[in-house]
């Protein structure tokens, strides 16, 4: 089993918050979560919004890391929203399950594009960009995260 803490990053996928126009509220909402379920948060990063720059800091993230990566914001229908597909051109394989929970945990989680899945040993979850929402999609799945990262990781007996 993982020891605690296991480890995450976390990218916040904003226009506002690369420019310094907003605060980055959603992923310092997504890092205290993610301390307070055991986490051990060893890196935030802020991305533009746009296919390329979440595609370029998600291969950065995962690269040789094991362990959660969550991105907060890009992930509903606004032109420059495009997370999910950032986050599909670099996992190898899909977690629907995982994106289905948080999906259902909120009236507007019907609005997310968010995808799940798994680079190598790292598991990747988009969330929405509120803080409200961002919390309430992690919550949903943050009891399962750590076998997911044991499996990830090889550990595969029962």
Do not use: Y
Request: net charge negative; with cysteine; proline share 5%.
């Amino acid at each position: 089993m993982t020891v605690e803490p296991w480890n995450a990053r976390v990218i916040t996928v904003s226009d506002g918050v690369a420019a310094g126009a907003r605060e980055d509220r959603g992923g310092l909402a997504v890092r205290d979560a993610l301390v307070a379920a055991g986490a051990a948060v060893d890196r935030m990063v802020v991305s533009t919004d746009g296919v390329d720059a979440v595609e370029a800091a998600l291969n950065e993230a995962c690269a040789g890391f094991h362990g959660l990566v969550v991105t907060t914001g890009g992930t509903g229908f606004g032109p420059r929203d495009l997370t999910p597909e950032g986050t599909l051109a670099v996992i190898t394989r899909q977690a629907p399950g995982l994106a289905e929970a948080m999906r259902l945990v909120n009236p507007l989680g019907r609005l997310s594009r968010g995808v799940a899945g798994s680079v190598d040993r790292a598991l990747v979850l988009n969330v929405p960009g509120s803080p409200k929402g961002a919390v309430e999609c992690l919550d949903a799945v943050l009891d399962v995260v750590p076998h997911a990262l044991d499996l990830l990781g090889g550990d595969t007996a029962h």
